[in-house]
């Protein structure tokens, strides 16, 4: 099992920038992707960036490619999301989750592991 806490969120100024923080623990080598996704009340959650620990490829959604950068640590046991020129449509609930996936950007169900979020707000 996999246990993933996130940090960074809060309130920041439109143009201002964020970085996120998921550190996994547990059994950290069971997983070839780690990801994001992004939620806002009323919608399906979004998944908007991904990077896979083997090959170290990365995939973003439209929405945020060019602005935000996945990176792993080296033990591949730290996801981070640096967030660039946010804009207020990226305020929402931001998660961490990892598993396995044959997909670029996989989807929220395909993750076996997942954080319980942390607030970003764009003013």
């Known amino acids: 099992h996999v246990q993933l806490v996130e940090s960074g969120g809060g309130l920041v100024q439109s143009g201002g920038s964020l970085r996120l923080s998921c550190v996994a623990s547990?059994?950290?080598?069971?997983?070839?992707?780690m990801g994001w996704f992004r939620q806002v009340p009323g919608k399906e959650r979004e998944g908007i960036a991904a990077r896979y620990t083997g090959d170290d490829s990365q995939y973003y959604a439209a929405s945020v490619k060019g602005r935000f950068t996945i990176s792993l640590n080296s033990a591949k046991n730290t996801a981070y999301l640096q967030m660039n020129n946010l804009k207020p449509e990226d305020t929402a609930m931001y998660y961490c989750a990892a598993g396995n996936s044959d997909f670029h950007l996989p989807a929220w169900y395909e993750l076996d592991y997942r954080g319980q979020g942390t607030q970003v707000t764009v003013s």
């Open positions: 547990g059994r950290t080598d069971s997983y070839n992707v």
